[in-house]
Every structure is written in structure tokens, then in C-alpha cells.
């Protein structure tokens, strides 16, 4: 077989995949490429490319609902729900530049292919939910070379799993999708970013959960400690001289107006208090979403946390206490983003597990992202459910082999 396919349509996508398993040979699925350094190094010098296999397919903006290859570019996506005044709720984040992947002017962001594979959502994902909460259909062909469709706009569904949530999140190791369908929603009218100066962690930590379980509808809390802070573009965070607390509402704007008046008045006593505008607002979150501040660190480990939030102050001090790095907290403390000088995957591990939280180590050289468990390590009974669904979609383990476990 060649060494790299790029097919155009589902009928060679599943031309290659039925001729792979009959060859036993291993594939590497790829969209735009901005994503290949997340996760473990495929096993495999054959690639699979579907930045090929592009388009929408269906937009209806009344029904909420969009269908699309693959291969489509998010600039492609938003470019046309931002002609509609709608968006993607779970906010895909652009990791392309963290990652040190593609970035052409027409794969910035990656795909939806790979956005939805590798279930990536940004900071509204406590209330929008995550890429899977968002994927309503899919087509797609399997390890057995055989085409499937389920959930969303077709007439025939696969039963036993809900194929659109367990594809969500298997980076490609179970099924090549040739089709996604995908609920869209209306973009606010406006959006605000209350910053409140200068709290420690754990008093931020207080500070977010006092916003989002408020009845104001935070739809974003972040905070950056001020190392962390000191490196945004957006003037008013960088020149705050210290760390910033950061709570977004949106909606229309005496909404918007009224719930920021009713924020600064619940978080007066915490310190200082600005206001975030339109392009300011916009721009400091594409930077959390992103991952901006650790991004152009070559020479450092970057851990994505997965923690309750009341915990992620209390398990970044541990790690930090052993480790030489910076932090920063997304999802209202839940998400924490560290970058250390080592990987120090020993003392993560330990201190998030004291959570019942998870780690992945998200950027890393390929020798560190081999030998580590890039992911979760697997209890012993979801491991073996992990390899009958494995065995079920894909037997001759042929499609993204090793990317997420050993022998997976």
C-alpha cells in the first residue's frame, strides 16, 4: 500500500479503510494535522488524510442544525454560522499553536472532524456542555471496512451504542467518519468579561463558584495567576500587575449590562473590579480557550486537569510544591492547565487521583508521550470493556493504532 491517501469522497474513504483491514495495515487518520501531536505517536507510516474530504453539507439555520465533512475547516464553520449571527456552543478550542501543529491560513482551528474525535470543548463547556453533547449524526466506516450511519438525519440508526458519544472522544481509533451533523445555536448579542485584581488561588476559586452558582448566568470563569496574566495581549489584563479573576455573561445587552452591575455587586469585597468590552472580551477568552499563554514553550510539559472545582487549587499547589512550572484555571476551577519544566507525571497523577480526577498530558516530545500514559490510566474493568468495543469497530486494530493506549 501507499504510504499516504487522501480521498475526496466516502466511497474512497471506504475503499482504502476495506483494503487496509483485508492488508492488515495500520492507518494514521488525519484532518488538517493540527492535532497529531496529541495524544501517544501513532504506530504507523501510513496515513489516511481527510482534509480532503470537505464541505457543508447541509446548513439549516432555523432548524439549528448543520451537517459537514470531516475535512471542513473550523474557520469554514464559524465563517458561515457567523453569517447566520450563530455559533458551535461548545466553543472548539484552536490547541494548533500549542501543539505546534498546522497553521495555513485555511486550517486555523483544525476541523470539525477533529474537534468532534478528539472531544474538545473551551471555556463554556460547564454550561454548553461538551463536542459530544453537540453531535447529533454521524457516517462514518469502521476498522471492518464497513459503512455505518447512526443518530441525527438518517433513516437507519446501529443500536446497542450511541455511536455519536462513544466516537466522540476515541481519536479516531474505532471509525473513520465521513459525515458529521452537529446542533448549532444563536451567538449572544453581546459579551462581557467582569476581571476582578490580585486573588490567590483558592481565594479565586471561592470567588468563581460564588459567580457560577449565582443566578446571573456566568457562561465563563477563568483565572490566571499573574505570571500567568502578565502574558495576555489584552492590555488590561496584561498591565494589571498582578493576577485576574475572569467572569463572562452574554446574552442581550441590558441582559448582559444588568448581570455584569449584579456580578461587580456580589464580588465587591474581593478586590478590585474592571470591565471587558466586544473585542477585549473576545480576545481574552480565544487566549483560555487556546491555551495561549503556554504556547512558543518548547522546553516545557504541558498537563490539561480534569478536577472538581473546589480541588484545583488545593491539587496545583501540590504539584507546584514539587515541580517548577505555572497554572491556570479554566471552567470555573475544574480545568487546570499546568506547564512544567519536567513532566513530573508521578506527582500529577498522585495529586489528582486524591480527586477522582483524571491528567492528560496534552504537550510533550514523542519520546516522553510514548513511554508516559498520555491518558488516564484505565481501571481494570473499563479497560477490558475498552478493548471488546475496540475489537467490535476495529478487530485488526488498524485505524490510529496505539494513540490513546498500547495495543489500542
Known sequence: MSDRFAPTD????????????????PLEVVGAGSKRALGRPVQTNHRLELAGLSGIELYEPAELVMTARPGTTMAAIEAELQGHGQQLAFEPPDLGPLLGGARADNTIGGTIGGAIACNLAGPRRPKAGAARDHFLGVEAVTGRGEAIKAGGRVVKNVTGYDLCKLFAGSYGTLAVMTSVTV???PAPEKTRTVLVADLDDHDAGRAMTAALTSPHEVSAAAHLPAAVAARSGVSYVSGAGGAVTALRVEGPAPSAEHRCQALRELLSGCGDIEELHGHNSGALWCEVGNVTPFTGQPDRVVWRLSVPPTAGATVAASILANADGDVFYDWGGGL?????????????????????????????????????????????????????????????????????????
Not at 466516502?10 to 495495515?25: F, M
Open 10 to 25: 466516502a466511497a474512497q474513504v471506504l475503499e482504502v479503510v476495506a483494503s487496509a483491514a483485508a492488508a492488515e495495515t
Open 183 to 185: 446542533k448549532v445555536m
Open 336 to 408: 487546570v492547565w499546568l506547564s512544567l519544566v519536567d513532566d513530573h507525571g508521578a506527582t500529577v497523577r498522585a495529586a489528582v487521583a486524591e480527586t477522582g480526577g483524571h491528567a492528560t498530558l496534552v504537550v510533550a516530545d514523542a519520546v516522553r508521550r510514548d513511554a508516559l500514559a498520555v491518558f488516564e490510566p484505565q481501571e481494570p474493568g473499563l479497560k477490558v470493556l475498552s478493548a471488546r468495543i475496540k475489537d467490535g469497530f476495529d478487530p485488526g486494530r488498524i485505524l490510529n493504532p496505539g494513540r490513546m493506549y498500547p495495543g489500542v
